[in-house]
């Protein structure tokens, strides 16, 4: 769901939940992930520049 988040369905949030995880650990893990893929991207962006 990181490539594309807007294609998240009920049946992933259902998928999780079988795995043991509560509401409070999906919104966690999904901040988490965002967050990652931001430091992604910020690293990415400070590559270009040093390359320029």
């Known amino acids: 769901m ?3 988040p807007k294609d ?3 049946a992933n949030i259902e998928k999780l ?3 043991g ?3 409070r ?3 966690t ?3 988490l ?3 990652v893929n931001y430091q ?3 690293v990415a962006g400070l590559k270009m520049l040093r390359d320029n």
């Open 2 to 4: 990181t490539l594309s």
């Open 8 to 10: 998240a369905t009920r």
């Open 17 to 19: 939940t079988a795995a």
């Open 21 to 23: 995880l509560d509401d």
């Open 25 to 27: 650990d999906i919104v």
């Open 29 to 31: 893990l999904a901040g």
């Open 33 to 35: 992930i965002a967050y």
């Open 40 to 42: 992604v991207l910020v």
